[in-house]
């Protein structure tokens, strides 16, 4: 339990710039009193003393405005930013290392019994006001975008967004080389997707795929060429983070 806690503080400092001591984390962030809280009714719920677990889960909903309730299972390394208006329902399972911010359910579409709240696997983050119904799974990684409604499972690595949410952006090698070409270049890809609304993003994003293509073009006619015989002149290329670009 003390390593959990201490994970859970650490987790705090990792994702929160505004902490700004260790008194900060302990005494004013009602994410990790409720964490807290639930840790120890989760403890007395699955020892079957339910009546205290529920009465602990109704006391840390009054003093932080964040609802868990004590059948809830959560991973390690939890943290719910701000927190008010948060509700995780009996059956949710979250892994290690998710983040929930302001407002987020995890609540159920069904009132029978058995499994009936999401799952949330490793890495998870969950946009203010987004709401995740029924007993369906989030993969690894994924995004939820703020005031989301989810209603069927996530792949991994996604990020989904609207009502109902649908997927805008899946990880994959493209945009992994993407991103690289252009932190050389000195910007952010804009973190956009495809069908982004924004024009210049959707044409930069489109611009640094074409100049991979070209330069592995260019890379197998030299090979050719130099495997004919046919030397070409040999002109070094400047790394572009060493470009112009980034001054003034």
Same mark, same amino acid.
């Given at each position: 339990?003390?390593?959990?806690?201490?994970?859970?503080?650490?987790?705090?400092?990792?994702?929160?710039?505004?902490?700004?001591?260790?008194?900060?984390?302990?005494?004013?962030?009602?994410?990790?009193?409720?964490?807290?809280?639930?840790?120890?009714?989760?403890?007395?719920?699955?020892?079957?003393?339910?009546?205290?677990?529920?009465?602990?889960?109704?006391?840390?909903?009054?003093?932080?405005?964040?609802?868990?309730?004590?059948?809830?299972?959560?991973?390690? *390394?939890?943290? $719910?930013?701000?927190? /008010? =208006?948060?509700?995780?329902?009996? #059956? !949710?399972?979250?892994?290690? +290392?998710?983040?929930?911010?302001?407002?987020?359910?995890?609540?159920?579409?069904?009132?029978?019994?058995?499994?009936?709240?999401?799952?949330?696997?490793?890495?998870?983050?969950?946009?203010?006001?987004?709401?995740?119904?029924?007993?369906?799974?989030?993969?690894?990684?994924?995004?939820?975008?703020?005031?989301?409604?989810?209603?069927?499972?996530?792949?991994?690595?996604?990020?989904?967004?609207?009502?109902?949410?649908?997927?805008?952006?899946?990880?994959?090698?493209?945009?992994?080389? *993407?991103?690289? $070409?252009?932190?050389? /270049? =000195?910007?952010?890809?804009?973190? #956009? !997707?495809?069908?982004?609304? +924004?024009?210049?993003?959707?044409?930069?994003?489109?611009?640094?795929?074409?100049?991979?293509?070209?330069?592995?073009?260019?890379?197998?006619?030299?090979?050719?060429?130099?495997?004919?015989?046919?030397?070409?002149?040999?002109?070094?290329?400047?790394?572009?983070?060493?470009?112009?670009?980034?001054?003034?």
């Amino acid at each position: 339990m003390i390593d959990l806690l201490k994970e859970d503080i650490a987790s705090v400092f990792a994702r929160d710039p505004a902490a700004q001591s260790l008194l900060d984390v302990i005494f004013v962030y009602p994410g990790f009193h409720a964490i807290v809280m639930h840790r120890v009714s989760h403890k007395l719920w699955i020892n079957g003393i339910k009546f205290p677990a529920r009465l602990l889960a109704h006391f840390s909903r009054w003093i932080t405005g964040i609802e868990i309730h004590p059948g809830a299972v959560l991973g390690r *390394r939890f943290f $719910i930013d701000h927190g /008010m =208006g948060v509700v995780i329902g009996e #059956t !949710t399972i979250i892994g290690d +290392d998710c983040t929930l911010y302001h407002g987020v359910t995890l609540g159920g579409t069904s009132s029978s019994e058995g499994k009936r709240h999401p799952t949330l696997n490793n890495g998870v983050v969950v946009g203010a006001g987004a709401k995740i119904l029924g007993p369906i799974e989030i993969g690894d990684d994924a995004r939820i975008g703020s005031n989301s409604v989810v209603l069927k499972p996530v792949s991994a690595g996604s990020t989904v967004v609207g009502i109902p949410g649908h997927v805008v952006s899946v990880k994959d090698n493209k945009i992994t080389d *993407r991103k690289k $070409i252009a932190n050389k /270049m =000195g910007f952010d890809a804009y973190g #956009t !997707t495809a069908d982004s609304p +924004d024009p210049v993003a959707y044409a930069i994003n489109h611009m640094l795929d074409h100049i991979q293509v070209m330069d592995r073009q260019i890379e197998s006619m030299k090979k050719v060429l130099a495997e004919s015989g046919i030397q070409c002149k040999i002109e070094d290329i400047p790394e572009l983070n060493d470009c112009e670009l980034d001054k003034p």
